[in-house]
């Protein structure tokens, strides 16, 4: 099985300037908040974000293309790229700290989140303040062309947010909705990291819009394994099963059961979904229609259909390391239960 180590390969000297210009840029006045920002930066998780961002570039950098080294042990990137790297992971970061204030969620990969670590209102100001030092460092590079995409970014994600939000009031998602929702919430990121990493280094504006295409490829693939995910018992993921029944969202392994049953049984699942986050007699019965039912095999029809198209994506470049990584990334994101 491909690990996230075994993806990283080709740019480990990139990722550690990567880390090391994190270092260099974000710390804070105050001991609190030093205490939260460097508990928030070292859980940052797996970097899939970064990884794109850094490989992308590498790919299309002519460093890379001149000396021919693709062993991981020499930069290819500038300090363009670790900026564009560091805007979309920071934006990243600051986004799951939100997320798990509005979700009143206690464990972020396994460790407590920041908000039941420091309280939610705390946890919002680190939030906070990661976005602006994250805009200030963009703004003071005058990297214009790099601000300009990770603003548009920061308003999709705000979008699919209160999307999402409405949509589990009214138990209402349907297969439109859900697309249109983690397009914004995960996709769009994704695919504005991809193609950061092509402008960073030069790319022409037909790459720089095809990464962004298998960006956002690889991204709802990722969002909807992130959803077969929550409804299998032995994930690895740091969060309990069915965690998105017990917040009353509704994802597309339950879509493709909605789907297919009559108009009383729609009914009847939208009853046990109300009852979800306080009768694990309804979750139950929840996860077992989802299973018995094909939900989980059918979402992953969807899923390799999406990876398939950002495979695709890839077949016009040479065959270097930094594509074979970008593949690999593909298959991770099929085989993961992290």
Not at 82 to 106: F, G, N, P, Q, R
Not at 144 to 169: K, N, P, R, W
Not at 174 to 202: E, P, Q
């Amino acid at each position: 099985m491909i690990s996230i180590n075994d993806i990283r390969k080709p740019i480990l000297k990139d990722l550690e300037a990567f880390d090391a210009f994190i270092a260099e840029n974000f710390s804070a006045e105050g001991e609190l908040l030093q205490e939260m920002l460097t508990y928030a930066l070292s859980s940052r998780g797996k970097g899939i974000r970064p990884i794109l961002t850094l490989l992308i570039a590498s790919m299309h950098s002519p460093i890379a293309a001149q000396d021919g080294d693709y062993s991981g042990e020499r930069q290819h990137c500038t300090k363009r790229t670790y900026l564009a790297a560091m805007l979309v992971e920071m934006i990243h970061t600051a986004s799951l700290i939100h997320d798990d204030v509005l979700d009143s969620a206690d464990e972020r990969r396994g460790k407590p989140s920041v908000n039941a670590k420091w309280q939610s209102n705390m946890a919002i100001i680190l939030g906070d303040y990661i976005l602006a030092r994250t805009m200030a460092l963009g703004m003071a590079s005058a990297q214009y062309d790099l601000i300009s995409h990770i603003g548009s970014a920061m308003a999709t994600l705000c979008e699919g947010e209160v999307l999402q939000s409405q949509h589990a009031d009214r138990y209402d998602t349907t297969r439109n909705d859900y697309f249109d929702i983690i397009y914004r919430k995960t996709a769009s990121l994704l695919g504005v990291s991809a193609a950061l990493g092509a402008l960073s280094v030069g790319a022409n504006r037909g790459d720089v819009e095809r990464m962004q295409k298998f960006g956002e490829a690889i991204g709802i693939a990722f969002q909807i394994q992130d959803d077969i995910l929550d409804y299998k018992r032995d994930n690895n993921t740091g969060k309990p099963a069915n965690n998105d029944l017990r917040e009353h969202k509704i994802t597309l392994p339950l879509i493709e059961v909605m789907e297919r049953v009559t108009d009383e049984e729609r009914e009847e699942i939208k009853a046990l979904l109300r009852r979800a986050d306080s009768d694990d007699e309804a979750l139950d019965k929840l996860h077992n229609m989802v299973v018995e039912r094909g939900g989980l095999e059918a979402a992953s029809i969807s899923l390799k259909s999406y990876l398939a198209r950002a495979m695709h994506l890839l077949h016009k470049y040479p065959d270097t390391p930094y594509r074979a990584s970008l593949l690999d990334l593909c298959t991770f994101i099929a085989e993961r239960d992290i």
